[in-house]
């Protein structure tokens, strides 16, 4: 059995757990699962996820999609229209913003399922008037949309989504590296996200596990 201090020496394949048990609730987003589970409250059928980069919106997305058999669209390529009733979600939705053909697209989808009933659910990591949409009939029923928020994490929060990222990737730092890292780190999903990847390379450059003083050198 392997010690949560040791890891292999070999590169393991990157492997995101989207399952419901792998998302950890806190005071920074339980609101937003409060209400992405109880869809039948949406005004208008449709929601917008909020939130920062890596906070996790993309996780929840995928518990929707499989708790409620729903169907994940990208506007940025060319798609079919879904099914009277059908449950989407579209994911990155700034992405789409300045792009005529992706915001055409989501735009007759918004058309679509308003008209043949199913739920909408997107998400963003920006307002939807700081994304720079340009076909003004879709920015109107976006900016129409409710949204539901994910905070700015608490300590828990930052432990837990610094711990899966580890998990992710196939490592296991002690407890003491965690603890040390929550306490030094920006308090920002983004930078979890960074300093993973980054002690991940480092780790498997020298063929040691991961210690305080790598973070340390890191976040310093």
């Known amino acids: 059995m392997i010690k949560m201090s040791e890891q292999l020496s070999f590169k393991l394949p990157i492997k995101v757990a989207h399952e419901r048990d792998a998302f950890f609730v806190s005071e920074a987003n339980k609101n937003a699962v409060a209400t992405l589970e109880d869809p039948e409250t949406w005004p208008q059928g449709k929601m917008i996820l909020l939130g920062p980069k890596a906070c996790g919106k993309s996780h929840l997305l995928e518990i929707w999609l499989s708790e409620n058999k729903a169907q994940k669209i990208d506007p940025l390529r060319d798609f079919h229209q879904p099914n009277a009733g059908a449950n989407i979600i579209v994911d990155n939705l700034q992405k789409l913003a300045g792009i005529s053909p992706a915001e055409t697209r989501l735009f007759h989808l918004h058309n679509h ?54 998990m992710d990737r196939q490592l296991s730092p002690p407890p003491a590296v965690l603890a040390y890292i929550v306490k030094n780190i920006d308090r920002s999903f983004d930078a979890v996200s960074n300093i993973v990847a980054q002690l991940d390379v480092q780790s498997m450059s020298i063929g040691r596990p991961i210690t305080r003083a790598m973070a340390a050198s890191i976040l310093a």
């Open 113 to 166: 399922l308003q008209f043949t009933g199913g739920k909408l659910l997107m998400a963003s990591n920006m307002a939807v008037r700081q994304a720079g949409f340009g076909l003004p009939d879709l920015l109107s029923r976006l900016e129409g949309t409710s949204c539901a928020k994910i905070d700015r994490p608490d300590d828990a929060l930052l432990h837990a989504v610094l711990l899966k990222a580890f």
